[in-house]
């Protein structure tokens, strides 16, 4: 299939009905709202002209008309309309749409929910009905503060407190991005006290003050925020009870070995104080198979947390 | 004759007939058409047909007769024109961000055009914008598709350390959820209602039928019996005591303020929706977060940590 040929009728097709509207559009216009270069879009419109009704004469063609560099289009309204958006297209946006639109703290949210539903009359309600995008997440609060210091190019403050090493740090970040990942909304960027790029979950985030200080602007789009192991991180195999295995496909595994009543996931973890928090939360549904450090760890948090609810 | 001319003409003349046109008009009336191999011409109106309806041009077939012996070609010029729902340069902009901020803006590009063009707007580029939700996943849009027109799909399914099965699946629904998209929909072959990860599917997506092969499901409850989330159900409330190193996440999750105690630890209200995510989340802290009441919740606690204090005490 020729699918460059096809690429030109996609974009005659919606070249056209913009010309009906706007007689007189410039050739450089053209090609810079609609793709291509100048030169392809004058051949295009050159095609153009030859086309039209069966019968093909003299009131049956489309009146192409380029004087200078000004383009003006008539007797064809038949494409007064754009071609109707295809189901992949009406989909897509839709996703997109109702995902940010879920997503109070951003500015966008209010346009996008009323673009939603237009989406929604495009494509059927009940069509649509069976589409989903839950990006409900902790920390939400801190989104607009964020967005407030991407926009405008400031260096932000943190209260943070690390998962894996349970304490409360200060330090300022050169923000990148903010990004939706498994569930949870991160602060990505530059940061100044580890002298390094930082992924920061917003639900640890205690507070988040935006300073005056000018931030510099990523240079690409940072990696996704998923842990990758250090070396000298230790090494961890548990065995999974099946109310668990969500866990395996959580963490970033090794190895996941099926036995007949439980999953064994091998992986690392940034430390063992934060393995036996995950084993001892996961309330007797994942086992320790090693180190036995971590499995002495978890029992003693385990003992202090009996003790704190001795009856 | 350039290729782009014929399928002009073709689309122009389907739009403008008021009967849907026999081969046999096509080749004859349609500039483009005239060969002389009735073959060729054949084959090559069923590449146009085919290369026209990818890319959403609403080429219908007509019976010609009673007896279906002969079809016609039509476009429907109510299907073709986009529908005049339009958009504000407002909610177009925020589109434009969503679809970068989805990664989904290469998929979505076209069909956003289209809105600009209809609403006449003469959008600035939008700068990346400074937020991204990753939505993009293989196979998405192809189950999409299927699921919004009610087609049966097949595909091979790969769970972790199995072998892949073949599956046949009746697309409900397809769902976003912690990160992640499932497919839910009515497994042929298990008789049942299974959710898939789209990131586990191998290979290629089939359609296994035609539009409206089934009829939809309404029990959108059910989605959430195959994609865990929260149970719904009444929630109750505890009253529990932080740590004050901990003080401000539990705040998070607390109802109203918090009651400093004479010990630094400040209590709090939380809502409880399911026991056992509450006795998990409480864990999660250990020995971080104390339980005050109800004494039902403190005992699970209690239990729970003692389970795994492995002391037997």
Not at chain 2, 276 to 281: A, I, K, L, T
Request: with cysteine; hydrophobic share 45%.
């Amino acid at each position: 299939m020729s699918s460059a040929t096809l690429r030109r009728l996609e974009r005659v097709l919606l070249m056209v009905p913009w010309l009906l509207e706007h007689p007189g559009a410039t050739v450089s216009e053209l090609a810079e709202r609609f793709g291509g270069s100048p030169e392809e879009v004058l051949r295009d419109l050159d095609t153009l002209g030859y086309c039209g009704l069966p019968g093909y004469g003299g009131g049956d063609l489309v009146e192409v008309t380029v004087f200078g560099d000004r383009v003006t289009v008539r007797m064809a309204d038949f494409f007064a309309r754009p071609l109707a958006l295809s189901v992949k297209e009406a989909v897509t946006l839709l996703l997109a749409a109702r995902a940010l639109a879920g997503v109070e703290a951003l500015p966008e949210a209010g346009p996008l929910a009323r673009a939603a539903d237009k989406l929604e009359r495009l494509l059927g309600a009940d069509a649509a009905a069976g589409l989903t995008v839950e990006l409900k997440a902790p920390g939400a609060e801190h989104l607009p503060a964020v967005r407030e210091a991407l926009d405008r190019g400031r260096v932000v403050h943190l209260a943070y407190r690390s998962e894996s090493k349970a304490e409360l740090t200060e330090r300022d970040v050169e923000p990148w991005t903010i990004t939706a990942h498994g569930g949870a909304w991160y602060l990505q960027g530059w940061c100044r006290l580890a002298d390094g790029p930082r992924d920061f979950r917003l639900d640890r985030v205690r507070d988040l003050e935006v300073l005056a200080e000018p931030a510099p602007r990523a240079e690409h789009a940072p990696a996704p925020p998923v842990y990758r192991a250090k070396p000298g991180d230790p090494e961890v195999t548990l065995a999974l009870a099946p109310q668990a295995r969500w866990v395996a496909e959580w963490l970033v595994t090794d190895q996941v070995r099926e036995h007949d009543t439980h999953l064994e996931v091998v992986f690392r973890a940034a430390t063992l104080d934060w393995a036996a928090r995950l084993v001892v939360s996961l309330a007797g549904q994942a086992r320790v198979v090693g180190p036995e450090e971590l499995a002495q760890r978890a029992a003693e948090l385990a003992r202090a947390t009996r003790e704190l609810h001795a009856p | 004759m350039d290729r782009l001319e014929r399928l002009i003409n073709l689309v122009i003349a389907l739009r403008e007939t008021r009967t849907p046109l026999a081969t046999a008009d096509i080749r004859e009336r349609v500039a483009g058409y005239g060969q002389d191999d009735y073959e060729a011409f054949r084959r090559m109106f069923e590449r146009d047909k085919a290369d026209l309806r990818a890319l959403g041009v609403p080429i219908e077939t007509q019976a010609l007769d009673p007896w279906g012996d002969r079809v016609g070609y039509r476009i429907d010029p109510e299907r073709y024109d986009l529908p005049r729902i339009e958009f504000t340069a407002n909610e177009l902009a925020a589109l434009s961000v969503a679809v970068e901020a989805a990664g989904l803006a290469d998929r979505a590009g076209s069909g956003l055009r289209k809105l600009e063009v209809a609403a006449g707007q003469r959008l600035a580029g939008t700068p990346p914008p400074a937020v991204g939700v990753g939505l993009g996943a293989p196979h998405l849009e192809v189950l999409a598709e299927a699921q919004v027109a009610r087609i049966p799909v097949r595909f091979a399914y790969r769970k972790p350390g199995e072998a892949a099965e073949r599956r046949t699946v009746d697309p409900h629904a397809l769902v976003h959820r912690r990160g992640r998209w499932y497919l839910v929909g009515d497994d042929h072959d298990r008789a049942a209602r299974r959710a898939f990860r789209l990131d586990r599917i191998a290979g290629t997506v089939a359609f296994a039928g035609g539009p409206g092969a089934f009829e939809p499901a309404d029990d959108a409850a059910r989605v959430d019996a195959v994609v865990p989330e929260t149970q719904p159900g009444e929630p109750q409330e505890a009253a529990v005591a932080a740590a004050p190193d901990v003080a401000w996440l539990v705040a998070r999750a607390a109802r109203g303020g918090g009651r400093a105690r004479a010990d630094g630890w400040t209590c709090y209200d939380v809502p409880v929706v399911d026991a056992e995510r509450f006795v998990s989340w409480v864990l999660s802290f250990a020995p971080g977060v104390e339980v005050l009441t109800p004494a039902e919740l403190r005992a699970r606690v209690r239990t729970a940590a003692g389970a795994l204090a492995g002391d037997g005490a």
